[in-house]
């Protein structure tokens, strides 16, 4: 499995971004897949997954009630809908595959499959 992240960007503290994960590989609805987020000199950070299945959905307490992930199997693409932007959300965000939704979702151990990181900068 291939993931690419996009839809990073430059935007206002208030503003909305939607990132998507798009995925390659036939069975990619089977894959959980979790949005972490990383600053330079930082630990990657836990912020939201999705089971294969999309009924559960997970956030950080950070992100609770701003950010919305939902998925499109149909279009191998997962979502990851940004509001409320904070400057401390600025963060290079990574999407990432696990093969089990059994598990801690919150781990990036879980994570078989991680694409490149989309840039998200909020100013104030």
């Known amino acids: 499995v291939q993931l690419q992240a996009s839809g990073g960007g430059l935007v206002q503290a208030g503003g909305s971004l939607r990132l998507s994960c798009a995925a390659s590989?036939?069975?990619?609805?089977?894959?959980?897949v979790g949005w972490f987020r990383q600053e330079p000199g930082k630990e990657r950070e836990f912020v939201s997954a999705?089971?294969?299945?999309?009924?559960?959905?997970y956030y950080a307490e950070a992100v609770k009630g701003r950010f919305i992930i939902s998925r499109d199997n149909a279009k191998n693409t997962v979502y990851l809908q940004v509001n409320s932007l904070k400057p401390e959300d600025t963060a290079a965000y990574y999407c990432?595959?696990?093969?089990?939704?059994?598990?801690?979702?919150?781990?990036?151990?879980?994570?078989?499959?991680w694409g490149q990181g989309t840039q998200v900068t909020v100013s104030s």
């Open positions: 990432a595959a696990a093969r089990s939704d059994f598990g801690n979702l919150e781990s990036p151990l879980l994570y078989n499959y």
């Open positions: 590989g036939p069975t990619f609805s089977r894959y959980a």
């Open positions: 999705i089971t294969w299945s999309g009924v559960g959905k």
